[in-house]
């Protein structure tokens, strides 16, 4: 039948019936327009989830920079299920008339949309954003400062290699193993030195994080990587191998050969293309 225009649309979001609030987001689908935001900024927080992520949907689909304006308002919704879809909505128009109001964000009560924040502020791949960025990785709540270690890490600075070492002490093992793949991007003598320093961590999935940075920088490696190299883990065993061979030193060749026969078909496999790589 012939399209409804979102005008005549928007007016049911708000409808007590579910079943019509239901029928004018699907009808809105293919007719949203920017002046559809504020009843879809409304409809996400619907009682009903399904309805909810309807709405949160065609909100991240409007491409027109109109919608950017119509936004903005949901970054002050009482619900922080709406500010949530804002933020994530306004990703995609990276407007400069956002810019101030998302770093104000930063300081919303809820770490969800503080996160969201930081991601939609990385996108805009701006320098004069980094102090903004930065700041976010003393957040409380570890998911934020997990995303503002990523965030950073666009940025070549002496500043950000300096947070993204604090970051390796953080009390989170997921910030700290975000810090040990972000320094992959930051070669160098000081960087190699702490990442081989973070082969103590008591987490597996960091201590594996960081001996990929290392093999991805082909870094010099010392006697803390060939321990792992006769670690229980055989993650470990596979990712220190690897290490290895990226390295390009072939004195590590003997240390690798236990590991051709290593019960592991993973540590196996690692093992051959490491020793492949220092004897060829």
């Known amino acids: 039948g012939e399209r409804l225009p979102a005008e005549e649309l928007t007016p049911h979001l708000l409808h007590p019936e579910e079943s019509i609030r239901r029928a004018a987001l699907e009808l809105l689908e ?9 009843a879809l900024l409304e409809a996400v927080a619907d009682p009903n989830f399904e309805i909810s992520v309807a ?3 065609i909100l991240r689909s409007l491409r027109d920079p109109a919608a950017a304006e119509f936004l903005l308002a949901g970054l002050d919704h009482p619900a922080a ?3 949530l879809a804002a933020v994530v909505a306004l990703r995609q128009h990276r407007a400069p008339a956002a810019i101030e109001r998302l770093i104000a964000g930063l300081g919303d009560d809820e770490p969800a949309v503080r996160r969201e924040v930081v991601n939609t502020l990385a996108r805009y791949r701006r320098p004069d954003l980094i102090v903004a960025l930065r700041s976010a990785l003393r957040d409380d709540t570890a998911l934020v ?20 070492i604090h970051a390796l ?6 910030v700290r193993r975000e810090a040990a793949r972000a320094l992959r991007k930051f070669p160098g003598q000081a960087g190699r030195a702490a990442l081989l320093d973070t082969l103590g961590d008591e987490v597996g999935q960091v201590v594996q994080e960081a001996v990929h940075s290392l093999g991805v920088q082909r870094a010099k490696l010392d ?3 060939r321990h792992l190299l006769h670690h229980s883990a055989p993650e470990l065993r596979s990712a220190a191998a690897a290490a290895v061979g990226a390295s390009g030193d072939t004195e590590w060749s003997a240390h690798l050969e236990p590991l051709l026969d290593d019960p592991d078909p993973s540590v196996r496999k690692a093992a051959r293309r490491a020793h492949e790589q220092l004897t060829t």
């Open 55 to 57: 709405a949160t949907e």
């Open 223 to 225: 006697h803390r990587v």
């Open 169 to 174: 002490d953080d009390e989170d093992w997921q």
């Open 145 to 164: 400062r997990r995303a503002a270690v990523e965030a950073v890490t666009d940025f070549e600075s002496a500043f950000v290699f300096d947070d993204l």
């Open 81 to 83: 299920e709406v500010r």
């Open 30 to 38: 293919s007719s949203a327009d920017p002046g559809s935001v504020p």
